[in-house]
């Protein structure tokens, strides 16, 4: 044991371990092993973050790009192994949030690392961070707004990056998912799909304020052809093919309230030529507590039960409704061409790598370690497989090694300390 120590004592931060009484060796030791667990711990944090961050970083473009009347900011995110005709995704933040706040917060930067498309991230030129979704310019095609001015963006990233025109896509969360009803809505030439987590339909803010507490509140209710007859009159005339639309909302939102869900249902799916009422319901889609509506080909729903403002962002899943990745519905425009059920089952069983899921295990290795152990199914549903997997992985490992030096330090101490101490039962494991 002497030389075991001493080797160890070398090996590490060179604690000559062996030169010291044994109970002052014991102490040390004790603290040595604390600190090369806590190293581990941040090791394998450093390496999940790393794993969900993007390689490179967030640009901006600074000279004209287009029509901007509102002066939005426009900043990009074009990994280096961009597609030769990429596609599109255009990320709208939040109220009191900014595009680098969006590109940090979502994966979807990450997984363009993966999948070659270019991101751009509209950045609200207000001192409240909201976007323009209220006046009649945003609500018209080229009318003016903050719309015209991220429309101009996409324009910009067709003609100077050749983007493939024929694949782009919106999404954003609250102001942002707002936005992105309405830039379908205004814009229905530029987007092949939509998909807004906790927003209001397209035009329903509409008014001299920034702030309308009916339409927040969930009280203005109108038929489908009402609210598909707003959408229409914003670009008169225009009969080509509209986005599809994915809609998210949690039933516990009091910011933009759950009614708000119902609506948006009922303006698209008439813009869209489908009946309101659900093709497919599944429940606990695609984690607990989760209901996922489907119309036609064309619209989807996901009602998050409890969950307030604002829903996590499901990038995965967003990427197969924009058709970037393998198992989302063969949809061109608001025509339908295959409805696929085994396709949207797969849309069902897979996520990859979604920030919800990244925070969830974090926090839960945290309250595990400080407070006491719990059943990661319980407190991580939202979390995808693999980080529910690398959590679980790291989790066992470190108790392990833990265990293990725990009784080196008991076997280091004197035996009058060791006599009466009992052997610690079970290996400690995690269960999922």
């Known amino acids: 044991m002497g030389q075991e120590a001493s080797r160890i004592g070398d090996a590490i931060l060179d604690y000559k371990i062996v030169s010291q009484p044994a109970d002052i060796r014991s102490v040390r030791l004790s603290s040595l092993l604390t600190m090369v667990s806590l190293k581990a711990v941040f090791a394998t944090l450093a390496a999940i973050i790393g794993a969900n961050a993007a390689a490179g970083s967030l640009q901006q473009v600074t000279s004209s790009f287009g029509a901007n009347p509102n002066n939005v900011g426009f900043y990009y995110y074009k990994p280096s192994n961009v597609a ?3 596609a599109l995704i255009v990320a709208i933040h939040y109220c009191t949030g900014s595009a680098q706040a969006y590109f940090s917060g979502t994966q979807y930067a990450t997984l363009a690392d993966t999948y070659g498309y270019i991101v751009i991230y509209p950045d609200s030129p207000r001192s409240g961070k909201c976007f323009d979704v209220n006046t009649s310019q945003t609500l018209s095609h080229n009318g003016g707004g903050d719309s015209q001015g991220i429309a101009s ?20 969360t609250s102001s942002g998912a707002m936005m992105t009803n309405v830039m379908a809505g205004s814009y229905p030439d530029l987007f092949q799909a939509a998909s807004a987590y906790s927003g209001v339909p397209f035009a329903c803010f509409s ?5 309308n507490s009916a339409c927040a509140n969930g009280q203005i209710s109108m038929t489908g052809q009402q ?8 670009y008169p005339g225009y009969s080509g093919p509209r986005p599809r639309m994915m809609l998210w909302h949690g039933t516990a939102d009091t910011t933009l309230y759950y009614a708000n869900l119902q609506q948006e249902i009922l303006e698209w799916t008439n813009v869209l030529g489908v009946s309101s009422t659900p093709t497919t319901t599944t429940l606990n889609d695609p984690e607990t507590n989760y209901t996922h509506t489907t119309y036609g080909c064309v619209v989807q729903a996901y009602s998050a039960a409890g969950v307030g403002h604002t829903v996590p962002v499901h990038e995965s899943i967003d990427l197969q409704w924009f058709g970037i990745t393998p ?11 295959t409805n696929n059920s085994d396709a949207l089952g797969s849309m069902r069983r897979t996520r990859l790598d979604g920030s919800d899921g990244l925070r969830c295990s974090l926090y839960l290795y945290i309250f595990q370690r400080m407070v006491l152990s719990v059943p990661l199914k319980r407190y991580c ?14 989790l066992n490992i470190l108790r392990i090694i833990w265990s293990s030096m725990a009784s080196l330090v008991t076997d280091l101490q004197p035996a009058s300390k060791r006599k009466n101490e009992s052997t610690p039962k079970g290996d400690g494991l995690i269960s999922a």
């Open 227 to 234: 609210w598909g007859d707003l959408v229409r009159a914003a």
């Open 327 to 337: 198992g989302g519905p063969s949809c061109v425009g608001g025509t339908t061409t």
């Open 84 to 86: 030769a005709k990429p």
């Open 153 to 172: 963006m996409v324009t910009y990233a067709i003609n100077t990056w050749g983007v493939d025109a024929g694949r782009v896509f919106v999404t954003g």
């Open 207 to 211: 008014g001299t304020s920034d702030w």
């Open 381 to 394: 549903s939202g979390a995808s497989l693999e980080n529910r997997l690398l959590l679980l992985a790291t």
